[in-house]
């Protein structure tokens, strides 16, 4: 077998099989498939698709490129949340510890951010100490002690996939559902958990646009759940606006701990409790605790605590701000109809929160706190937004992303997304 066999095999439109999957996945992991023919065969697969075997293969082949956790020395079960990413997306934060105060466990895996889209190991390295890498015997010991645990996958984790999706991200090859799908499914799949819930974003902060594409990316990825053992689930939520009041690190850890208090917007405590009734279910067990509950008594405060401290930080220590601010007011007085998600996470990235690089630094300070949401009403002259950032700089290109992101009118836009769109 070689690689121009497999490429040509996908550019003429044909399927691939099982054995030259299984061939190429395993030459491009030892090297032995060059950059150029694997970015070859990413085009061919964004062009020309994959079928569900097809798919399954794939998917299959990336996790045996690696090694695979387990969990089974835990006296009760594994459940886990993959979100596709968005703006002002910090629900993992509150999520973690409080699926574990009701009764599970969540050994997550995250990613840093790139793009306008944040990331949550970039959020939880604002608190000071915190440490997002970790050994499988530090994991395990987190997970006993705290519940959950968030962390950075470690480079024996699906390596073919670290490789292939460095290579899509420089060759236009990342908007591919069987190479999207395939990509979060092998991570989490290895990541050994039990249980899973997918949180499918869709709208202009997404990587999905569309509630069509959103709704296939969700079956496929369900599907290999389900095919690899793991019990899945998807919900479709807005990514039309952003998430909640902050965007930017330490501004969301903030936002999260809120939430963790028992306060917080409304949309991220239920969209938080959701997706913990869903995890909770699909791991088998719902019912010890309700999440609304455990968000009121304290329980979900204590196992965030605990994961803090089990991973160095301090829950207490205060979070870094950025020294310099600029707020934005609205041009007249109306409802305000939209808010964009992608102007806002573009621009919260032109502030810092963001890298351009992977290996930029963040800023922990950077971001954006919104004094509005759609549907609220707002007074010509009086606050929108207000920017936050370490070197004043950074403010017009940022407001510049933002120009057309705000529209104030006499109603809430009439196609909005409902927060909770659908379950796949
Ligand atoms: N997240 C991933 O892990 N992989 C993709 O391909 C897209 C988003």
Known sequence: MDAIEVITTK?????????QIDWVIDAYTRGAVAEEQMSALAMAILLNGMGRREIADWTRAMIESGERMDWSALDRPTTDKHSTGGVGDKITLPLA????????????????????????????????????????PEMLAVLRRAGAVVCAAGSGLAPADHRLYALRDVTGTVESIPLIASSIMSKKIAEG??????????????????????????????????????????????????????????????????????????????????????????????????????????????????????????????????????????????????????????????????????????????????HAKPGDTVHAGGPLMTLHADDPSRFPRATEALHDACQIGPTPAPDLLPLIIDRV
């Open 97 to 136: 510890p409080l699926v574990a105060a009701c009764g599970a466990y969540v050994p997550q895996l995250s990613g840093r951010g790139l793009g306008h889209t944040g990331g949550t190991l970039d959020k939880l390295e604002s608190i000071p100490g915190w440490r997002a890498s970790l050994s499988g």
């Open 193 to 370: 958990t039990g249980a899973l819930v997918l949180d499918v974003k869709v709208g202009s902060g997404a990587f999905m646009k569309t509630r069509e594409r959103a709704t296939e990316l969700a079956r496929t990825m369900v599907e290999l759940g389900a095919d690899a053992g793991v019990r899945t689930v998807a919900l479709l939520t807005a990514m039309d606006r952003p998430l909640g009041l902050t965007v930017g690190n330490a501004l969301e850890v903030a936002e999260a701990v809120e939430v963790l208090s028992g306060g917080g917007p409304s949309d991220v405590v239920e969209l938080t409790v959701r997706l913990a009734r869903e995890m909770l279910s699909a791991s088998g067990t719902a019912g010890a605790k309700d999440p609304a509950d455990a968000l009121k008594d304290g329980s979900a405060m204590d196992a965030w605590r605990r994961m803090i401290t089990a991973q160095g930080g301090d829950p207490d220590a205060p979070l870094p701000t950025a020294p310099e601010t600029h707020t934005i007011t609205a041009p007249a007085t109306g409802v305000l109809s939209r808010l964009d998600a992608y102007a806002v996470g573009l621009a919260a990235w032109r502030l810092g929160a963001g890298r351009e690089r992977r290996e930029d630094p963040v800023s922990h300070g950077a971001g954006i706190v919104l």
């Open 11 to 19: 550019r003429d439109g044909g399927a691939l099989s099982t054995a």
